[in-house]
């Protein structure tokens, strides 16, 4: 593959020549381009050594005084040419202009013209790193479909210690090999309706009744489905994530709202996935004004909630329902009754109390439990891992 290596100014710009070494090893062909900041730290003859190629140094630099129309537009020509766009180390300055689309540079201004993928390496300070700014930025290029090489902790050039690292080599050469791996498509055509988060039960205008769910799970497997080729209606409850690109998102607070939202939107679906974490009970009068505080005891009535898995298995027609199953003991017996009393076509059962796995962690470990007797368990990885793992057992089930 032909990549364009970006490379930023900053001390770990050193490191991107033992990257493009790499990349050149693995057979990719390598354009590397330098920032000015880049190199004050690292010359253009390192990389033209080691790529066998042209080092690109500024908006400019194939121009003379006289410069020639094809030296102004180079930046397109370089930009259809090549695969892929990595940024390594790609500074907050750079995330900066890409975020917000600005040219002042040859990076930049090829950046806005990259038709292709674009993975970019971190490295910055772990203060710089954790600014509300750059944490915007990075976000809004996430959201564009870019992938993030989270940088690792450690100590930073400056002296302090934290998260801010360029990424390793290998992390960042994987990722590429990811971009390029090709894409399995075996969802294409399926509607798959996702249920995220937790609800939030109205107890007076400022307090709720809630749970511990971050939604990561719903929204891994939305992620997951979407790269499947499925189209994804994902309805979520309040949580602090980002939705993936190109789901159709409708965001709710109560278990009624998400009861409403789901049965709206399930015309549509061929597949429903039962993540969230919805209440069992909600407070049966919220008050309409804040309860005020008083030294005697106070009881709250709940009532149930509605339960939207029942709901949907009693109206099957057609559609695969999945449902998740949260136990803190007797996982496989439980998660067994919960598919038969709720009609659904597999259960995903989660050991949960823990600390391991579960709620609020980025990693899970599951047993699914199908209709036909099996029980296939999920060893623990990362829960966008466990996403592939379920959505597999869904292409199977799948009449499609
Ligand atoms: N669920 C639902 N509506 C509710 C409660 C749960 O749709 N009011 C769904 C969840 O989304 C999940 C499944 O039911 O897919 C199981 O949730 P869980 O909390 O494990 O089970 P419950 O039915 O609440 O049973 P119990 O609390 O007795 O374990």
């Known amino acids: 593959m032909r990549i364009v290596l970006g490379v930023s100014g900053g001390i770990a710009a050193y490191k991107a020549a033992e990257l493009a070494r790499q990349l050149v090893r693995n057979g990719h062909d390598i354009t590397v381009v330098l920032t000015k900041g880049a190199e004050e730290f690292i010359r253009p003859l390192?990389?033209?050594?080691?790529?066998?190629?042209?080092?690109?140094?500024?908006?400019?630099?194939?121009?003379?005084?006289?410069?020639?129309?094809?030296?102004?537009?180079?930046?397109?020509?370089?930009?259809?040419?090549?695969?892929?766009?990595?940024?390594?180390?790609?500074?907050?300055?750079?995330?900066?202009?890409?975020?917000?689309?600005?040219?002042?540079?040859?990076?930049?201004?090829?950046?806005?013209?990259?038709?292709?993928?674009?993975?970019?390496?971190?490295?910055?300070?772990?203060?710089?790193?954790?600014?509300?700014?750059?944490?915007?930025?990075?976000?809004?290029?996430?959201?564009?479909?870019?992938?993030?090489?989270?940088?690792?902790?450690?100590?930073?050039?400056?002296?302090?210690?934290?998260?801010?690292?360029?990424?390793?080599?290998?992390?960042?050469?994987?990722?590429?090999?990811?971009?390029?791996?090709?894409?399995?498509?075996?969802?294409?055509?399926?509607?798959?309706?996702?249920?995220a988060g937790p609800t939030r039960e109205p107890i007076d205008p400022v307090r709720y009744i809630s749970n511990r769910s971050s939604g990561k799970m719903g929204y891994a497997l939305a992620e997951a489905a979407l790269e499947r080729g499925a189209r994804v209606l994902l309805v979520s409850g309040p949580v602090n994530l980002t939705p993936p690109s190109g789901a159709e998102v409708d965001n709710v607070q109560t278990s009624q709202q998400m009861r409403d939202a789901v049965f709206a939107r399930l015309p549509d679906a061929t597949v429903v996935i039962k993540c969230a974490a919805v209440a069992d009970f909600r407070p049966s009068n919220p008050s309409a004004q804040k309860i005020k505080k008083t030294a005697a005891r106070i009881s709250l009535e709940l009532d149930p909630a509605p339960d939207i898995?029942?709901?949907?298995?009693?109206?099957?027609?057609?559609?695969?329902?999945?449902?998740?199953?949260?136990?803190?003991?007797?996982?496989?017996?439980?998660?067994?009754?919960?598919?038969?009393?709720?009609?659904?076509?597999?259960?995903?059962?989660?050991?949960?109390?823990?600390?391991?796995?579960?709620?609020?962690?980025?990693?899970?470990?599951?047993?699914?439990?199908?209709?036909?007797g099996e029980n296939i368990p999920v060893e623990k990885a990362p829960k966008r891992q466990i996403a592939d793992r379920i959505l597999d057992q869904i292409a199977k089930l799948s009449p499609r």
């Open 46 to 195: 390192t990389f033209a050594s080691l790529t066998g190629r042209k080092v690109i140094t500024d908006i400019f630099s194939s121009a003379s005084p006289d410069a020639t129309l094809s030296s102004a537009v180079e930046h397109i020509g370089v930009a259809q040419e090549h695969d892929l766009l990595l940024v390594a180390p790609a500074t907050a300055d750079v995330i900066g202009k890409f975020a917000h689309g600005l040219a002042g540079d040859f990076l930049s201004t090829l950046y806005l013209a990259f038709p292709g993928p674009v993975v970019l390496a971190p490295a910055m300070n772990n203060r710089m790193w954790e600014h509300a700014a750059v944490v915007a930025n990075v976000a809004a290029l996430r959201a564009r479909g870019h992938v993030i090489v989270e940088p690792g902790e450690g100590y930073l050039a400056c002296g302090t210690i934290g998260p801010g690292r360029l990424a390793e080599n290998d992390k960042i050469v994987a990722a590429v090999k990811e971009v390029f791996r090709p894409k399995v498509t075996d969802l294409a055509g399926e509607t798959i309706l996702i249920t």
């Open 309 to 372: 898995l029942s709901e949907l298995g009693q109206k099957r027609n057609g559609f695969l329902l999945i449902g998740f199953a949260a136990e803190t003991e007797n996982l496989r017996e439980y998660a067994r009754k919960k598919l038969e009393s709720k009609n659904c076509d597999m259960i995903v059962a989660n050991l949960v109390g823990g600390d391991e796995s579960g709620f609020e962690s980025d990693v899970n470990q599951v047993l699914l439990v199908l209709r036909n």
